[in-house]
């Protein structure tokens, strides 16, 4: 019933950009904050950046440092994040997941819903 469904990633170079999108079904999209987060080989899964059930409110991990962006169309129920600056270390798993809260949520352990991951790959 329910799918998170990513797309967008692939192989890029160091200093590049990528958009990956998440489509929703089978949930309440608008009443979820929505997440991604990323795994890289013998890593633990990781905060990408959260973002609020209206937009408002935004966090991201500290390896960010500004240069992700997320966005969502609850009438279109997908969110997008923006990567641009791309370096080596995001090679990973990029997951869309969703957490039943209006505001933001930072912890795996929120998010009852996850995406099958999408590879993002960038070489040096």
């Known amino acids: 019933q329910v799918q998170l469904i990513e797309s967008g990633g692939g192989l890029v170079q160091a200093g590049g950009s990528l958009r990956l999108s998440c489509a929703a079904s089978?949930?309440?999209?608008?009443?979820?904050?929505m997440g991604w987060f990323r795994q890289a080989p013998g890593k633990e899964r990781e905060l990408v950046g959260s973002?609020?059930?209206?937009?408002?409110?935004?966090v991201f991990g500290d390896f960010v440092e500004g240069r992700f962006t997320i966005a969502r169309d609850n009438a279109k129920n997908t969110v997008h994040l923006q990567m641009n600056s791309l370096k080596p270390e995001d090679t990973a798993v990029y997951y869309c997941?969703?957490?039943?809260?209006?505001?933001?949520?930072?912890?795996?352990?929120?998010?009852?819903?996850w995406g099958q991951g999408t590879q993002v790959t960038v070489s040096s």
């Open positions: 997941a969703a957490a039943r809260t209006l505001g933001v949520a930072r912890s795996v352990e929120s998010y009852e819903y």
């Open positions: 089978g949930f309440p999209f608008d009443r979820y904050a």
């Open positions: 973002l609020s059930w209206s937009s408002g409110r935004t």
